[in-house]
């Protein structure tokens, strides 16, 4: 392209020479005569200004170049005016409404902690009185107004045009605004957050338009994401685009029983919910991994390894175990890693020697179902719920069965893997090998 535009520049200096020399130009030195030095200031103003015309289109070509780079690229796109401005009238909207409960809370709290759950959802009880969908960062909190977004991502599925807004309430208190654009092929998403600083308000923190690599609306009411973002070789390390949302609310019935029975184990550092076993077969279960989610289960405090360098007392051990698991002391003597001399179980933290971080690991089981058996136990259709990469609602499915006593205490009485979404799962790892 250079090399036309400076042919072309030197053609027409040539015929501007010819031109000025015919026509006598007047003016340089208050003579009739054309002097070799009007004749170079006049070339030297052209050449000046033809020089910005090349320099303004080729940094015109350049704009282009790089916003259509950015375009197939799908991140960092530009974000137009109206639509910047729009996005922070709306975010500046919401934190004032939610400022009263936000303030009244740090003055209880360190500035820099994150608020309490019941916090949280009373703030998205306040933004979502606006009509529009919110979702609260709490576990298993349900989206308010969710319809709107349900009806959306319908119409997307059709091919239907259209866009809409949810907000998001962060731990810190923070409101972010996700709006979601279908042009009929491609969906966008503009995200802002913003949030107040010392009483005072802080503006856009952050603010990015990104197209959707791929996206699916599943029939459980997940909205499951992929977001275009850097890839190698333009960046060393990969970045995780997945992104997941609860559309369809959560029963309280399966809600209560997650938070009960199947979110303090989790598919990390265990492998209770991640395996087939029942009363016949309770081989190879991790007890020594487990001793510590049950620990924290029953005491709703961290199990401190620490305290027992030489190894878990052998009672303290048995008696968790055996209260919710249908295991014998005898058994699990012979199942776990026991030490017979110093009467203790081998206990180790998961860190990098003991443990290999997974994306299932990071999966949320989710009860989405259950039935109560004729022997009085019941048994938990459970989804483990992924939003790092695999991005899918039911990475997994079983079917965990327990039995609840008088009390509200409970027992484990079995777990069967009913499917895979395919997707490659990591055979368990033991921390402690027998």
């Not at 709306?90 to 303030?103: A, E, M, P, Q, W």
Request: proline share 3%.
């Amino acid at each position: 392209m250079w090399w036309k535009k400076t042919g072309w520049f030197w053609k027409r200096g040539l015929v501007m020479v010819s031109s000025l020399l015919l026509s006598g130009v007047m003016g340089c030195g208050g003579t009739d005569m054309v002097s070799s030095d009007c004749v170079g200031e006049v070339l030297a103003e052209e050449e000046a200004d033809r020089v910005g015309e090349v320099l303004a289109e080729e940094e015109a070509d350049r704009a282009v170049e790089s916003a259509v780079g950015q375009e197939e690229r799908g991140y960092n796109l530009p974000i137009d005016d109206d639509e910047r401005k729009e996005a922070e009238t709306d975010c500046r909207k919401v934190l004032d409404v939610i400022s009263g409960i936000y303030f009244q809370a740090r003055k209880e709290e360190p500035s820099d902690a994150s608020l309490d759950d019941d916090t949280i959802l009373a703030l998205q009880d306040v933004v979502g009185a606006n009509g529009r969908p919110t979702t609260a960062m709490v576990t298993y909190a349900n989206m308010e107004n969710y319809e709107e977004a349900d009806d959306f991502l319908k119409k997307c599925r059709e091919g239907r045009k259209g866009s809409l807004v949810i907000y998001e309430v962060y731990p810190d208190g923070a409101v972010g605004r996700l709006k979601y654009t279908f042009d009929g092929t491609d969906m966008y998403v503009l995200s802002a957050r913003a949030q107040w600083t010392d009483e005072e308000w802080s503006g856009i923190t952050y603010m990015t338009r990104t197209r959707i690599k791929k996206w699916k609306y599943t029939g459980k009411g997940w909205f499951c994401y992929e977001l275009c973002v850097p890839e190698p070789p333009e960046v060393t390390e990969i970045i995780d685009g997945g992104c997941i949302l609860r559309i369809k609310p959560m029963t309280e019935e399966c809600r209560s029983l997650s938070e009960t029975c199947v979110l303090g184990l989790g598919y990390q550092g265990n492998n209770l919910l991640c395996s087939d076993w029942d009363e016949d077969h309770m081989e190879k279960l991790d007890y020594n991994g487990l001793y510590e989610y049950l620990y924290k289960m029953k005491y709703q405090e961290p199990f401190e390894g620490d305290c027992y360098p030489d190894g878990i007392p052998q009672e303290k051990f048995e008696d968790l175990l055996t209260a919710y698991l249908p295991v014998t002391a005898e058994q699990l003597r012979e199942y776990a890693v026991y030490n017979e001399e110093k009467q203790t179980y081998t206990w180790a933290s998961l860190g990098c020697f003991t443990y290999a971080p997974t994306f299932f690991g990071t999966s949320l089981p989710e009860v989405t179902d259950s039935r109560k058996n004729e022997d009085g136990t019941v048994t938990m259709t459970v989804d483990a719920v992924c939003d790092m990469v695999l991005y899918d609602d039911a990475v997994i499915t079983h079917e965990l069965t327990v039995r609840f006593a008088d009390d509200g205490s409970f027992r484990y009485l079995g777990n069967k893997i009913l499917r895979d979404s395919g997707t490659y799962i990591p055979d368990y790892q033991y921390r402690i090998h027998r």
